[in-house]
T-cell receptor
Framework: RKEVEQDPGPFNVPEGATVAFNCTYSNSASQSFFWYRQDCRKEPKLLMSVYSSGNEDGRFTAQLNRASQYISLLIRDSKLSDSATYLCVVNGKYGNKLVFGAGTILRVKS | DAGVIQSPRHEVTEMGQEVTLRCKPISGHDYLFWYRQTMMRGLELLIYFNNNVPIDDSGMPEDRFSAKMPNASFSTLKIQPSEPRDSAVYFC???????????????FGPGTRLTVL
Protein backbone atom coordinates (compact mmCIF):
# COMPACT_ATOMS: atom_id res chain seq x y z
CA ARG A 1 0.00 0.00 0.00
CA LYS A 2 1.33 3.45 -0.86
CA GLU A 3 1.95 5.79 2.06
CA VAL A 4 -0.19 8.50 0.46
CA GLU A 5 -2.96 7.76 -2.01
CA GLN A 6 -4.92 10.18 -4.15
CA ASP A 7 -7.47 9.95 -6.90
CA PRO A 8 -5.41 10.90 -9.99
CA GLY A 9 -8.36 12.49 -11.79
CA PRO A 10 -8.46 14.42 -13.98
CA PHE A 11 -11.26 16.49 -12.58
CA ASN A 12 -12.73 18.59 -15.36
CA VAL A 13 -14.92 21.36 -13.96
CA PRO A 14 -16.41 24.61 -15.26
CA GLU A 15 -15.37 27.96 -13.91
CA GLY A 16 -17.20 28.79 -10.72
CA ALA A 17 -17.67 25.17 -9.67
CA THR A 18 -16.80 23.72 -6.30
CA VAL A 19 -14.48 20.73 -6.39
CA ALA A 20 -13.13 18.49 -3.65
CA PHE A 21 -10.08 16.25 -3.57
CA ASN A 22 -9.43 13.45 -1.13
CA CYS A 23 -6.31 11.78 0.10
CA THR A 24 -5.59 8.90 2.48
CA TYR A 25 -2.36 8.17 4.30
CA SER A 26 -1.14 4.97 5.90
CA ASN A 27 1.10 6.13 8.74
CA SER A 28 -1.04 6.78 11.79
CA ALA A 29 1.91 8.52 13.47
CA SER A 30 2.10 11.29 10.85
CA GLN A 31 1.88 14.73 12.39
CA SER A 32 2.16 17.14 9.50
CA PHE A 33 -0.07 17.45 6.48
CA PHE A 34 0.05 19.72 3.46
CA TRP A 35 -1.30 20.42 0.05
CA TYR A 36 1.20 21.42 -2.61
CA ARG A 37 0.32 22.67 -6.05
CA GLN A 38 2.30 21.87 -9.19
CA ASP A 39 1.70 23.65 -12.47
CA CYS A 40 2.54 21.89 -15.71
CA ARG A 41 6.32 21.53 -16.11
CA LYS A 42 6.97 23.58 -12.97
CA GLU A 43 8.12 22.82 -9.46
CA PRO A 44 5.75 21.99 -6.58
CA LYS A 45 4.82 24.89 -4.31
CA LEU A 46 3.15 24.87 -0.92
CA LEU A 47 -0.54 25.69 -1.19
CA MET A 48 -1.49 25.28 2.46
CA SER A 49 -0.81 23.32 5.59
CA VAL A 50 -3.62 21.21 7.02
CA TYR A 51 -4.44 21.58 10.70
CA SER A 52 -6.44 19.25 12.91
CA SER A 53 -9.29 21.72 13.30
CA GLY A 54 -9.48 22.38 9.57
CA ASN A 55 -8.38 25.61 7.98
CA GLU A 56 -9.37 27.97 5.25
CA ASP A 57 -7.40 30.25 2.96
CA GLY A 58 -9.67 32.27 0.73
CA ARG A 59 -11.42 29.88 -1.62
CA PHE A 60 -9.49 26.88 -0.30
CA THR A 61 -10.49 24.77 2.67
CA ALA A 62 -8.49 21.85 4.04
CA GLN A 63 -9.77 19.22 6.43
CA LEU A 64 -8.04 16.46 8.37
CA ASN A 65 -9.66 13.35 9.81
CA ARG A 66 -7.05 11.57 11.91
CA ALA A 67 -9.33 8.69 12.84
CA SER A 68 -9.88 7.80 9.19
CA GLN A 69 -6.40 8.99 8.10
CA TYR A 70 -7.99 11.16 5.50
CA ILE A 71 -7.27 14.66 4.19
CA SER A 72 -9.40 16.76 1.90
CA LEU A 73 -9.10 19.96 -0.10
CA LEU A 74 -12.14 21.95 -1.18
CA ILE A 75 -11.87 24.66 -3.82
CA ARG A 76 -14.82 27.00 -4.19
CA ASP A 77 -15.57 29.25 -7.15
CA SER A 78 -12.92 27.59 -9.34
CA LYS A 79 -10.84 29.82 -11.58
CA LEU A 80 -9.05 28.95 -14.80
CA SER A 81 -5.82 29.64 -12.93
CA ASP A 82 -6.59 26.84 -10.47
CA SER A 83 -5.81 24.30 -13.21
CA ALA A 84 -2.86 22.34 -11.87
CA THR A 85 -1.91 19.11 -10.13
CA TYR A 86 -2.61 19.07 -6.40
CA LEU A 87 -0.26 16.98 -4.30
CA CYS A 88 -1.23 15.61 -0.92
CA VAL A 89 1.83 15.55 1.34
CA VAL A 90 2.42 13.92 4.70
CA ASN A 91 5.51 13.62 6.86
CA GLY A 92 6.56 10.02 6.64
CA LYS A 93 7.40 7.28 9.08
CA TYR A 94 10.68 8.82 10.07
CA GLY A 95 9.55 12.34 10.73
CA ASN A 96 11.88 14.52 8.75
CA LYS A 97 10.85 13.35 5.34
CA LEU A 98 7.84 14.39 3.33
CA VAL A 99 5.96 11.79 1.32
CA PHE A 100 4.13 13.10 -1.73
CA GLY A 101 1.02 11.58 -3.22
CA ALA A 102 0.93 11.06 -6.96
CA GLY A 103 -1.29 14.11 -7.36
CA THR A 104 -4.78 14.94 -8.57
CA ILE A 105 -5.12 16.79 -11.86
CA LEU A 106 -7.62 19.64 -11.97
CA ARG A 107 -8.71 21.27 -15.21
CA VAL A 108 -10.98 24.27 -14.97
CA LYS A 109 -12.67 25.18 -18.23
CA SER A 110 -14.47 28.34 -19.31
CA ASP B 1 16.63 35.87 -2.49
CA ALA B 2 16.64 34.16 -5.88
CA GLY B 3 15.17 30.95 -4.52
CA VAL B 4 16.63 27.51 -5.07
CA ILE B 5 18.81 27.46 -8.16
CA GLN B 6 19.42 24.36 -10.23
CA SER B 7 21.58 23.74 -13.24
CA PRO B 8 21.42 22.67 -15.92
CA ARG B 9 17.69 23.07 -16.62
CA HIS B 10 17.82 20.45 -19.35
CA GLU B 11 20.32 17.69 -19.96
CA VAL B 12 20.35 15.20 -22.79
CA THR B 13 23.02 12.54 -22.64
CA GLU B 14 23.78 9.10 -23.93
CA MET B 15 23.64 5.93 -21.92
CA GLY B 16 26.85 5.30 -20.04
CA GLN B 17 27.80 8.95 -19.67
CA GLU B 18 28.30 10.69 -16.35
CA VAL B 19 25.71 13.29 -15.41
CA THR B 20 26.15 15.93 -12.72
CA LEU B 21 23.24 18.01 -11.47
CA ARG B 22 23.83 21.09 -9.36
CA CYS B 23 21.86 22.90 -6.71
CA LYS B 24 22.21 26.10 -4.71
CA PRO B 25 19.77 26.20 -1.78
CA ILE B 26 18.21 29.30 -0.29
CA SER B 27 20.72 31.03 1.94
CA GLY B 28 20.24 30.10 5.58
CA HIS B 29 18.30 26.93 4.91
CA ASP B 30 19.83 24.03 6.81
CA TYR B 31 17.99 21.24 5.01
CA LEU B 32 18.50 20.23 1.40
CA PHE B 33 16.56 17.55 -0.42
CA TRP B 34 16.98 15.82 -3.78
CA TYR B 35 13.84 14.43 -5.42
CA ARG B 36 13.14 12.62 -8.66
CA GLN B 37 9.80 12.86 -10.46
CA THR B 38 8.49 10.50 -13.14
CA MET B 39 5.03 9.81 -14.46
CA MET B 40 5.16 6.25 -13.18
CA ARG B 41 6.52 6.81 -9.68
CA GLY B 42 5.61 10.42 -8.91
CA LEU B 43 7.86 12.52 -6.68
CA GLU B 44 10.37 10.43 -4.73
CA LEU B 45 12.87 11.60 -2.16
CA LEU B 46 16.37 10.41 -3.03
CA ILE B 47 18.48 11.90 -0.23
CA TYR B 48 18.49 14.78 2.21
CA PHE B 49 21.17 16.73 4.04
CA ASN B 50 21.17 18.64 7.28
CA ASN B 51 23.96 21.18 7.75
CA ASN B 52 25.80 19.63 4.78
CA VAL B 53 25.71 16.13 6.27
CA PRO B 54 23.77 13.37 4.47
CA ILE B 55 21.09 12.16 6.85
CA ASP B 56 19.06 9.69 4.84
CA ASP B 57 20.02 8.26 1.46
CA SER B 58 17.62 5.33 1.54
CA GLY B 59 15.87 6.64 -1.56
CA MET B 60 18.97 6.57 -3.73
CA PRO B 61 18.13 3.89 -6.27
CA GLU B 62 21.55 2.27 -6.59
CA ASP B 63 25.28 2.77 -6.43
CA ARG B 64 25.28 4.64 -9.69
CA PHE B 65 23.79 7.60 -7.82
CA SER B 66 25.80 9.73 -5.43
CA ALA B 67 25.24 13.12 -3.81
CA LYS B 68 27.51 15.55 -2.06
CA MET B 69 27.17 18.83 -0.23
CA PRO B 70 30.65 20.31 0.19
CA ASN B 71 29.33 23.54 1.70
CA ALA B 72 26.10 25.22 2.74
CA SER B 73 25.52 26.79 -0.65
CA PHE B 74 26.16 23.95 -3.06
CA SER B 75 25.15 20.36 -3.66
CA THR B 76 25.58 17.91 -6.52
CA LEU B 77 23.78 14.77 -7.59
CA LYS B 78 25.84 12.54 -9.83
CA ILE B 79 24.78 9.59 -11.94
CA GLN B 80 27.55 7.38 -13.28
CA PRO B 81 26.96 5.59 -15.57
CA SER B 82 23.60 6.92 -16.67
CA GLU B 83 20.85 4.67 -18.06
CA PRO B 84 17.67 5.43 -20.01
CA ARG B 85 15.55 4.58 -16.95
CA ASP B 86 17.17 7.50 -15.13
CA SER B 87 15.27 9.89 -17.41
CA ALA B 88 13.18 12.08 -15.11
CA VAL B 89 12.90 15.56 -13.64
CA TYR B 90 15.25 16.00 -10.70
CA PHE B 91 14.28 18.62 -8.14
CA CYS B 92 16.33 20.10 -5.38
CA UNK B 93 14.50 21.65 -2.42
CA UNK B 94 15.56 23.41 0.75
CA UNK B 95 13.94 24.31 4.04
CA UNK B 96 14.76 26.09 7.29
CA UNK B 97 13.62 23.26 9.51
CA UNK B 98 12.75 19.59 9.11
CA UNK B 99 9.37 18.42 7.96
CA UNK B 100 6.78 18.53 10.70
CA UNK B 101 7.97 21.67 12.42
CA UNK B 102 7.32 25.37 12.01
CA UNK B 103 9.21 26.79 9.08
CA UNK B 104 9.11 23.40 7.43
CA UNK B 105 7.99 24.62 4.01
CA UNK B 106 10.17 23.10 1.33
CA UNK B 107 11.07 25.45 -1.49
CA PHE B 108 11.75 23.67 -4.73
CA GLY B 109 14.08 24.65 -7.51
CA PRO B 110 12.85 24.66 -11.12
CA GLY B 111 14.22 21.17 -11.70
CA THR B 112 16.58 19.55 -14.17
CA ARG B 113 14.89 17.62 -16.95
CA LEU B 114 17.21 14.69 -17.71
CA THR B 115 16.92 12.57 -20.83
CA VAL B 116 19.22 9.59 -21.23
CA LEU B 117 19.22 8.16 -24.73
Amino acid sequence: RKEVEQDPGPFNVPEGATVAFNCTYSNSASQSFFWYRQDCRKEPKLLMSVYSSGNEDGRFTAQLNRASQYISLLIRDSKLSDSATYLCVVNGKYGNKLVFGAGTILRVKS
Amino acid sequence: DAGVIQSPRHEVTEMGQEVTLRCKPISGHDYLFWYRQTMMRGLELLIYFNNNVPIDDSGMPEDRFSAKMPNASFSTLKIQPSEPRDSAVYFCASSLFPAGTGGHEQFFGPGTRLTVL
